[in-house]
């Protein structure tokens, strides 16, 4: 049964925000301008719970789905003066979502919906793919392990001060 908000809840949320800040921070005094595989990264840690076990999966499939964004200009390029632009793009989604669910049941860690969320994040950045992606890989790994360390140790710290996670930021 839900407690509500509690003293325990506002700490661990107000370290988690001050510890995003100051990772943003960070990133940006390293002029990176694009955060987003980070800390989608860390959207992904809080789904799961803060459940360590899960970030083979975090980050495999987001370098997974980073990885096919970068295939994507390449087979647009290869369909579109076949079956004309938009027909290609149609096709284009439906491979990768072909890719993505068909391969689930042999490498779940690699195709799942997080493969799926930077897949399609990066479909919304198609322009700047061929230009980005490996530094999106950078920034998924190096920035989101930045990001998701202090908040793994946030909730370390609240649970042995006795705060479950379900009490500190759910």
Request: one cysteine or more.
């Amino acid at each position: 049964m839900p407690k509500g908000i509690t003293k325990e809840h506002l700490i661990t949320t107000t370290l988690m925000v001050v510890w995003l800040v100051i990772c943003t921070v960070i990133l940006t005094k390293l002029h990176i301008h694009d955060k987003w595989p980070a800390f989608l990264a860390v959207i992904f840690f809080f789904n799961v719970h803060f459940d360590t076990s899960s970030l083979k999966t975090i980050f495999g499939a987001g370098a997974m789905g980073l990885s096919i964004g970068y295939t994507m200009p390449i087979i647009l390029s290869v369909l579109a003066p076949i079956v004309g632009g938009e027909i290609a793009f149609y096709m284009l989604i439906g491979i990768v979502l072909f890719v993505i669910i068909g391969l689930g049941p042999i490498a779940r860690f690699l195709f799942n919906p997080v493969t799926f969320t930077y897949a399609l994040l990066a479909l919304l950045h198609l322009k700047e793919v061929p230009a980005h992606t490996f530094q999106w890989l950078g920034i998924h790994f190096l920035g989101g392990a930045l990001c998701i360390s202090g908040i793994y140790g946030i909730v370390r710290m609240m649970n042995k001060n006795g705060v479950h996670d379900g009490e500190a930021t759910h």
